[in-house]
């Protein structure tokens, strides 16, 4: 696991043999220790705007002693599997855009507000908790239901910007973003009691009833 | 309780008092929760007038990062208190980065914040880096500014030079659209319009 300080002196040190200013978006574990909701965590996930700030990343940490790694050994056969570099027990996961069935939105970069720069190279922008949220749901580990009762627990939620969030997820083509996120949330409720209050589980239930029929309209018209 | 729980509970200024209102526990108790805080690297102490101890508790205490906003709040005479800043790891900012940032923040109160910072530049080599081209004459018309209002540290004839502006440069706005009534010297001499009046440097007095 990775404690907030261990990773204060990875960015650092890979910031350092950064050639070119890089900026990236941090997500999961990492964006909510900048929050103070987690401890620690497991590795470093960044979503990048540009496979060539993705490169550039990468190569400063195979120059700071981390090692390229197959994304297939963790993410097996899923869509927009990531970059992965590793040193020991620190892995880092590099993304574009794309994080396995969601997108990275501009919404979603508008709402990373919380900026933490690195030396001179190297700045990151904690993904808001709302989205932070949204794309734990992208995943089917237990410690991301968890990870979710904790911010939901410890910070007031909106639930509007979470459940819109996933409205834009499915109009920038990620289907099951509604199907994933109301069902995160009865996963939730399920494990740690009625956290997700019922009327925003009526809405999700709502919404993906609506694209159903929308998609049996348009698949009949096709 | 768990730790990331006191910290949203807690986060902020408090006393032992206000702890103990807040979680509706005994005194005994109200320390044994500032007591873990303070372990995880949450918590800095001071002291208030009345021999109070003032506990101001943040994630930032642990996380042991600077601003800009820290820098100029240092040596401002009213600190500015800003909704979004970027907090920096592993450098110190210097007083020649904080005043280009202000400059460029686009913000009235940043800038008159930021003139205490001249009483402060020592290396007048990496302000000449930082700032360049019309940023450089905005430096100097401000350091004008900050002379009639305080004793600032002497600015050296070689920055004064390369930053004087040429006959075919044109005016430059610090902040779009606004002009001083007056400092219309110093906005004659370095083409710059100074986004300030005296009014707005009582501060200083």
């Known amino acids: ?222 | 309780m768990k730790i990331i729980e006191l910290l949203k509970a807690l986060e902020g200024i408090q006393t032992i008092k206000s702890v103990m209102l807040l979680l509706n526990a005994d005194k005994k108790k109200a320390i044994y929760y500032v007591h873990r805080l303070r372990k995880a690297g949450y918590v800095k102490t001071s002291g208030a007038s009345n021999k109070t101890r003032v506990y101001h508790i943040s994630l930032e205490n642990r996380l042991q990062t600077q601003s800009y906003y820290d820098v100029i709040n240092r040596y401002a005479p009213i600190g500015i208190n800003p909704l979004e800043e970027t907090r920096i790891y592993g450098k110190e900012i210097t007083p020649e980065e904080a005043i280009v940032f202000a400059i460029k923040a686009n913000s009235v109160r940043v800038i008159i914040a930021a003139l205490a910072l001249f009483r402060k530049i020592r290396d007048w080599a990496l302000l000449s880096r930082l700032a360049k081209g019309e940023l450089k004459r905005q430096v100097c018309a401000l350091y004008d500014v900050a002379k009639t209002i305080m004793r600032v540290r002497k600015m050296p004839k070689r920055f004064k030079n390369t930053a004087a502006p040429h006959k075919e440069d044109k005016y430059a706005y610090i902040i779009p659209g606004l002009s001083s009534d007056n400092f219309k010297g110093i906005e004659k001499a370095w083409k710059v319009y100074l986004p300030l009046n005296k009014a707005d440097l009582e501060d200083y007095r």
């Open chain 1, 1 to 222: 696991m990775i404690k907030i300080e261990e990773q204060e002196k990875i960015l650092l040190a890979i910031s350092k043999a950064l050639k070119k200013k890089a900026m990236a978006y941090a997500i999961g574990g990492t964006a909510m220790m900048f929050y103070g909701l987690k401890d620690a965590t497991k590795d470093i996930d960044l979503v990048f705007e540009s496979e060539e700030e993705r490169d550039i990343f990468k190569e400063a940490a195979i120059a700071a002693g981390f090692e390229s790694m197959d994304a297939i050994t963790v993410y097996k056969n899923k869509k927009n599997r990531p970059e992965m570099v590793r040193t020991g027990e620190v892995r880092i996961d590099l993304f574009v855009n794309d994080i396995i069935l969601f997108r990275f939105s501009g919404a979603m970069k508008e709402r990373a507000k919380k900026a933490y720069q690195f030396g001179d190279r190297l700045l990151l922008k904690a993904a808001d908790p709302h989205d932070i949220i949204l794309l734990k749901c992208a995943t089917d580990r237990a410690k991301d239901i968890e990870d979710a009762f904790n911010i939901i627990k410890n910070m007031k939620v909106d639930w509007n910007i979470i459940i819109e969030g996933a409205e834009n997820q499915v109009k920038l083509g990620k289907d099951i973003a509604l199907l994933d996120l109301g069902d995160f949330f009865e996963r939730i409720n399920k494990k740690e009691g009625n956290t997700v209050p019922a009327r925003v589980l009526d809405r999700i239930y709502t919404l993906l009833l609506k694209q159903i029929k929308a998609k049996k309209k348009a698949n009949k018209k096709g």
